[in-house]
């Protein structure tokens, strides 16, 4: 089993920045894959960004160029670096370690 707590969400305006964090323990693989997704209020869960261990990087189109994903393999930690936000960003954003899912935090980007 993988535990998973994420924190860095909240209300940010158009425009700004918001940085999200995760941080993994318990059965921790060597090689993996982390990441983040987010649901908007009725809408399907979707794919933002991932990383494996190997640094390889997938984005969601609606995001390349204002996310930056990183990870810290030492701490498995995984980041979120969410520049000029907008309000169609507003979803709650869900970290993924493999398989195992967190609960969540809720990112709201105002007009």
């Known amino acids: 089993q993988v535990q998973l707590v994420e924190s860095g969400g909240g209300l940010v305006q158009a425009g700004g920045s918001l940085r999200l964090s995760c941080a993994a323990s318990?059965?921790?693989?060597?090689?993996?894959?982390m990441g983040w997704y987010r649901q908007a209020p009725g809408k399907q869960r979707e794919l933002v960004a991932t990383?494996?261990?190997?640094?390889?990087?997938i984005y969601a189109n609606s995001v390349k160029g204002r996310f930056t994903i990183s990870r810290d393999n030492a701490k498995n930690g995984v980041y979120l670096q969410m520049n000029s936000l907008k309000p169609e960003d507003t979803a709650v954003y869900y970290c993924?370690?493999?398989?195992?899912w967190g609960k969540g935090t809720l990112v709201t980007v105002s007009a």
């Open positions: 318990g059965s921790i693989s060597s090689i993996n894959t």
């Open positions: 990383m494996t261990t190997a640094g390889t990087t």
């Open positions: 993924k370690y493999n398989q195992y």
